[in-house]
């Protein structure tokens, strides 16, 4: 069966700071993969999604960036973090012939 | 106007009580329909898709309305275990989904 994970779980950085969250995706090839933040009492905002290796579609300009190194491996980065960037992050993913998504269990960030 | 519209609740029942969630949509070219459940601070997590014709999981029931635009989730016999955010979710002709901000259920003893 699939599984999907993300870390790390929780993250508190300072503001200015680098990030990286990483989710993969086991029993599966070629996923749909797809990060999504959900800030405090808000819905999913969806930020990027891939359909293959090195495919990358931005959803919302901003000072984070996606990347796709490996079929099952998405990555969530920032170079500088703003207060604003605190939140919810989950990764999810689809197969290419279903729309239901699975979402991982998420990584809560605080920016300080 | 947002694209997917829920009562944020909180609907508070009590066990074994009937309770329904409505949510609209304002895209009327979308394509597929969803329920999702979030338990606090958890990811959410699919609880059925809604077909055309309606569909029942159990205690669960989704219905869509596709000339008046909207969804409904129907429990029955709620379960101190069915509290929760249900989260009713939209896609349009891509793989996107668009979430509405849920609607909270309190099931109490």
């Known amino acids: 069966s699939q599984t999907i994970h993300q870390w790390p779980a929780t993250l508190v950085q300072p503001v200015g700071s680098p990030l990286s969250l990483e989710c993969t995706v086991e029993g599966t090839s070629n996923p749909n993969l797809y990060w999504y933040r959900q800030a405090a009492g808000r819905g999913l905002q969806l930020l990027f999604y891939s359909v293959g290796i090195g495919q990358i579609s931005s959803e919302v300009p901003q000072n984070l960036s996606a990347s796709r190194p490996q079929d099952r491996q998405f990555i969530l980065s920032s170079k500088k973090l703003l207060l604003s960037d605190s939140g919810f992050y989950l990764c999810?993913?689809?197969?290419?012939?279903?729309?239901?998504?699975?979402f991982g269990p998420g990584t809560r960030l605080t920016v300080t | 106007r947002k694209e997917v519209e829920q009562d944020p609740g909180p609907f508070n029942v009590p066990e074994g009580a009937t309770v329904a969630f409505n949510c609209t949509y304002s895209n009327s070219a979308s394509q597929s329909f969803f329920w999702y459940r979030q338990d606090c601070r958890k990811e959410p997590k699919l609880l059925m898709s809604v077909y055309s014709s309606g569909n029942e999981d159990g205690r669960f029931t989704a219905q869509l309305n596709r000339a008046s635009q909207y969804i409904s989730l129907l429990i029955r016999d709620s379960k101190l275990s069915d509290s929760a955010t249900y989260l009713c979710?939209?896609?349009?002709?891509?793989?996107?989904?668009?979430f509405g901000t849920g609607t909270r259920l309190q099931v109490f003893p």
């Open positions: 999810a993913w689809n197969e290419g012939d279903s729309y239901e998504q699975y």
């Open positions: 979710v939209v896609r349009h002709n891509t793989d996107k989904l668009i």
